[in-house]
């Protein structure tokens, strides 16, 4: 649950005789990440004929894709035991062929007809850019001293400048431009041609290809070239009539061609990373452990002489060869996608979805305390997870209802419902509320403080899950001396102390700091040890770790840095704690935007003072939830995940027939 | 400055916990006394490469998957480098890391071109795909699909969506007539750069400063080693020089580039920008050996305006920028020090183009 799920490492010996049922069993269940071991064959035999046959079946499956692309026919995917064993390429060959040939003459008259119509477009889009030019063009052919290149170039203006600026004398127009192209003309000498002539090419400038027939103004021939197009378009349609009839009489005989080829293709691409002995095939992979029993009888009843080795993955040391496959727990797919934006988890490493899980909504909510848009919010999230509304946020709609739900919850510790507070609620509903806990509004200063307790909670968490991490993976060095290791844990709390003798009895001076500074011991003579101990942390680990030198680029520069260290640590440590105050401050916000739009709605219940509300609601949901999620994701980021959570993780892509299947 | 400190506070702890993980000048200088390639690998394998060198067994060591799993680290920076900072900075970073995407869309062109000269039993995807730099999730490029589509026209008909598209469309044309894949690298190449700098200038304050100075080094060391390269190599003509450089940098300007065009003082405009590199005249006597060492040259100027980056106020887009280059140099030097032991070149010969043992002069 708070680690990746536990790997085993798996190595098979599997006869040759039952090659293809034993790949059909490792790729048909989802749960084998292979690992190519294709480097284990035998040089005497030879290049693998599994690569050469893998190309063929791919060829093979193209040739089926693009007879369904032209009669518009599109892929159907079928479970992954609908599917006998591979196919033989000279059984299924024939039924291709007999519907390539019958589609053929529809099928290259269409193409020839869109080659046409490309064609033609082409020289319509040539001339289009010189289509107000007013002169006969064929007569920049005739001129016997100009030189004139006329043409396309990337719409740059600094490549333009590059090409005007060329020693040789010249004029260059600009003649249009969009956002792409620029339609230029360079004129000079034709004694400069060839100097002409190599800057344009040297400058991507692309000479219009005029036909040779062309004749007349630009305008005349542009309408000539429509005309053209309209007549090729009416042909290609007719053209496609007739191929969708084609498309219907051989539609299930394709699907199911293509499915064949499509598996085989996906199995011998498999097995062309088999390491492939005499006799034998060696195949190496990763499987979840809770899969590699059933997996295992899978196996046994598909060769009764294939050899299992199995070996757990350990969590401690370094785990970069081992495939990530987090738990798939549909509940906190939207919470898992946010922490693998920041990075994947490796295998040894705590997985923080769970986390996250917590503390994402719960912040969210502090920050949004509205016990009315938290519903609202909530039923919106539910709507868009089922795609009923807004299916574009469907990946987000468990997360929005999660955070709507905090956020109804601090609405009622807040006492505020749809931007009613207070004596406005009995004014306006006429119902009782009040604040279960205390109104941000009233309480500015005591919720910001909260807000920094709050923070420093969490962060002692990071701390401490930093630690559980580097013990696991026994890196002691950064246990002791890393960033978060213990020194600078204990440098934080000494700097907590600090911190309370500097804010001192203000209303936002932490309790928690204070609490700390009430314990009996000498933080004034451990403030500069940890301090110390911070500042020359490279030089322990470089000890603890056996590096060497212990010091480089001089001591002088080593003291330097070290310090800078020390100093970045401190500003760190303070802007992190204080980051988490726009908790209590979009608390507070939130009460204020309402206030703003009762202020515009006036005082009379009329019908305008409702709709001015409901489009302050609808807003405030809108665009401070937007801005909230903005800010809970950069606590998450900056100031949580980034204490304990590396990432890097390598992602488990187990062999699969059918891409549907669902991710572990 | 207080959105600078909270903003850079986590990259750039993170980016100076990996920069101590950088080898020193005398780790290179150590590496570099191996006696063959297996004792590099071995050698290796005791440094912060060691965990992705660890993965591969003796069976697959060969220089090839070495050098591949060295990148992977560059690759995994520049992922947590992309991921950690601010977000104003980001399409910069992007823009930097898609160089190395650049690099593979060029091997997938010139693999194209020359793939019916292969041995035809090993597939051409899988000889390709063992060059290409482990870009991940952040490419755009349909790599495989190119490579299978077997002509260039069609597979640049897949670069449609990619940001590559417009400036292909533009140099297809040349590529039609010319049947040579030297346009299609140029227009990218300038593309490229133009992006990076816009990006770079797009950013304000000290992140602007910062990026400028680490950027237009890199931009200036390119732009200036074309136009030499392209005036003194390959013979080109001022007016096509002029359009395949760029005319902007941090050091070297406009008038430099176009003075070298139009067959001016190379070695005067090169100590005039850069004081510290001398004998650019003995270099350029001889282009074919002495192009690649003033390239080298260059290369360690860029070095030290990045090592110079973490020097002062670390609050800004060039430490993560600095640290990113350095790692890119360090790979390459590696790489030198991977292909020289496993063809067994002797030291003197590979030595002299190490970047980071000249830290220790």
Redesign the interface.
């Given at each position: 649950m708070f680690f990746p799920r536990e790997m085993t490492e798996v190595e098979l010996i599997i006869p040759s005789k039952d090659l293809v049922a034993v790949t059909k069993v490792l790729s048909g269940r989802g749960v084998f990440h292979q690992v190519d071991s294709a480097f284990l064959g035998l040089e005497s035999l030879g290049p693998s004929t599994w690569q050469e046959k893998a190309a063929n079946y791919s060829t093979f499956e193209r040739r089926i894709q693009a007879i369904m692309q032209t009669l518009g026919i599109a892929e159907e995917q079928k479970g992954s035991t609908e599917f006998d064993t591979i196919v033989e390429l000279d059984t299924v060959r024939p039924t291709l062929e007999r519907i390539e040939s019958e589609v053929k003459g529809a099928s290259d008259k269409y193409g020839a007809e869109k080659k046409r119509l490309e064609a033609l477009e082409a020289q319509l889009k040539q001339l289009e850019p010189i289509a107000h030019l007013n002169f006969e063009v064929g007569g920049l052919r005739k001129s016997d001293h100009l030189h004139s290149i006329l043409g396309v170039m990337k719409a740059d203006t600094k490549v333009i400048e590059r090409l005007d600026s060329i020693r040789v004398p010249h004029v260059l127009f600009e003649l249009k431009r969009d956002a792409k192209d620029a339609v230029v003309w360079l004129l000079g000498s034709k004694n400069n041609s060839d100097e002409l002539e190599r800057a344009a090419k040297s400058a991507f400038l692309n000479p219009l290809t005029l036909p040779e027939e062309f004749s007349g103004t630009p305008q005349q021939a542009v309408e000539k070239t429509r005309k053209a197009i309209e007549e090729s378009k009416q042909k290609g349609f007719e053209l496609e009539s007739q191929l969708s009839k084609f498309g219907g009489a051989h539609k299930a005989e394709l699907q199911k061609l293509w499915w064949d080829a499509h598996v085989s293709r996906l199995m011998a691409d498999a097995i062309a990373r088999f390491g492939q002995l005499r006799h034998t095939y060696v195949v190496v992979g990763w499987v979840p452990s809770a899969d590699m029993k059933l997996l295992s009888e899978r196996l046994k009843q598909a060769s009764k002489e294939i050899l299992i080795e199995a070996v757990s993955a350990e969590r401690t040391g370094h785990h970069e060869h081992v495939p990530v496959a987090l738990l798939n727990n549909k509940w906190l797919k939207p919470i898992q996608n946010l922490v693998i934006t920041y990075g994947r988890p490796s295998y040894g490493e705590l997985d923080p979805t769970i986390l996250v899980a917590l503390t994402f909504p719960v912040l969210y909510g502090a920050m949004f305390g509205d016990l009315g848009q938290g519903l609202v919010m909530m039923l919106v999230g539910y709507l868009s997870h089922k795609k009923i509304f807004m299916k574009g946020l469907s990946s987000l709609g468990l997360l929005l209802v999660y955070c709507g739900f905090f956020a109804s919850i601090f609405g009622a510790l807040y006492g505020s419902i749809f931007g009613f507070e207070g004596h406005l609620i009995e004014e306006y509903l006429h119902f009782h509320f009040e604040p279960l806990w205390l109104s941000p509004l009233e309480n500015i200063l005591t919720i910001l403080g909260f807000a920094i307790d709050a923070g420093i909670v969490i962060l002692l968490f990071s701390y401490l899950l930093s630690l559980f991490n580097m013990a696991r993976a026994r890196d002691w060095a950064h246990f002791w001396f890393g960033h978060t290791g213990i020194i600078a844990i204990c440098f934080y709390i000494c700097f907590l102390t600090i911190l309370n003798g500097l804010l001192g009895t203000t209303p936002i001076a932490p309790k928690i700091a204070a609490a700390i500074s009430r314990i009996p011991l000498p933080f004034n003579i451990l403030t500069p040890i940890f301090a110390f101990g911070v500042m020359f942390n490279s030089l322990f680990r470089n000890i603890a770790e056996g590096h060497r030198p212990l010091i480089e680029g001089g001591i002088a520069m080593y003291f330097v840095t070290s310090f800078m260290d020390l100093f970045e640590s401190v500003i760190s440590m303070l802007s992190n704690t204080l980051s988490f105050v726009r908790v209590g401050a979009f608390a507070v916000a939130h009460g204020g935007l309402s206030l703003a739009f009762f202020s515009l709605a006036g005082e009379e219940p009329t019908i305008g003072f409702w709709l001015t509300l409901l489009i302050g609601n609808i807003f405030i949901i809108g665009f401070e939830g937007l801005i909230v999620y903005i800010q809970t994701m950069r606590l998450h980021y900056y100031e949580i995940l980034g204490k304990f959570f590396h990432g890097g993780g390598m992602r488990f892509e187990p062999l699969r027939l059918n891409s549907s299947q669902e991710e572990a | 400055m207080?959105s600078g400190?909270?903003g850079y506070?986590?990259i750039?702890?993170k980016v100076?916990?990996r920069y101590?993980d950088l080898l020193?000048p005398?780790d290179i200088s150590r590496l570099s006394d191996s006696p063959d390639f297996p004792s590099l690998i071995s050698s290796l394998k005791n440094t912060p490469y060691g965990?992705?060198l660890?993965?591969l067994k003796d069976?697959?060591l060969t220089p090839r998957r070495a050098i591949q799993q060295l990148r992977h680290r560059l690759a995994?920076s520049y992922?947590?480098v992309v991921?950690?900072s601010p977000e104003q900075t980001r399409p910069l970073i992007k823009q930097l890391y898609r160089y190395f995407e650049l690099g593979n869309l060029k091997a997938v062109l010139r693999s194209i071109l020359t793939v019916s000269s292969w041995n035809p039993?090993?597939?051409a995807w899988?000889r390709v795909r063992e060059v290409l730099f482990p870009f991940g999730s952040f490419s755009t490029l349909p790599a495989q699909a190119m490579v299978?589509a077997g002509n260039i026209p069609a597979a640049v008909e897949l670069l449609k969506g990619t940001p590559y598209e417009?400036?292909m469309s533009?140099?297809m044309?040349?590529f039609s007539a010319e049947q040579n894949l030297f346009?299609l690298e140029v227009?990218l190449d300038l593309d490229y750069w133009?992006r990076l700098w816009a990006e770079a200038k797009k950013l304000s304050g000290l992140d602007r400063e910062a990026a400028t100075k680490i950027v237009g080094a890199l931009l200036d060391m390119n732009n200036l080693m074309w136009a030499i390269r392209y005036k003194v190599y390959h013979k080109l003509?001022?007016?096509?020089i002029?359009?395949?450089t760029l005319?902007f940098g941090f050091r070297v300007r406009d008038e430099d580039i176009r003075a070298i065009a139009?067959g001016g003082d190379i070695a005067a405009i090169v100590a005039r920008n850069f004081p510290s590199i001398s004998d650019v005249n003995a270099l350029l006597e001889h282009p074919q050996a002495g192009l690649p060492k003033l390239e080298v040259q260059l290369k360690r100027q860029v070095m030290k305006q990045c090592t110079a980056a973490?020097?002062g106020n670390?609050f800004h887009i060039g430490l993560p920028i600095a640290y990113l280059i350095l790692s890119d140099l360090e790979i390459q030097d590696l790489i030198v020090m991977i292909e020289a032991k496993s063809s067994e070149v002797q030291d003197d010969d590979f030595r002299s183009v190490l970047l980071k043992t000249s830290l220790l002069n």
């Open positions: - | 207080a400190v909270s506070a986590a750039g702890a100076r916990a101590s020193s005398q965990p992705y660890a993965s069976t697959e995994d992922s947590s991921q950690m039993d090993v597939g899988d299978e417009t400036t533009f140099a044309k040349r346009p227009a133009r003509s001022e007016e096509e002029v359009n395949y005319p139009a973490f020097i670390p």
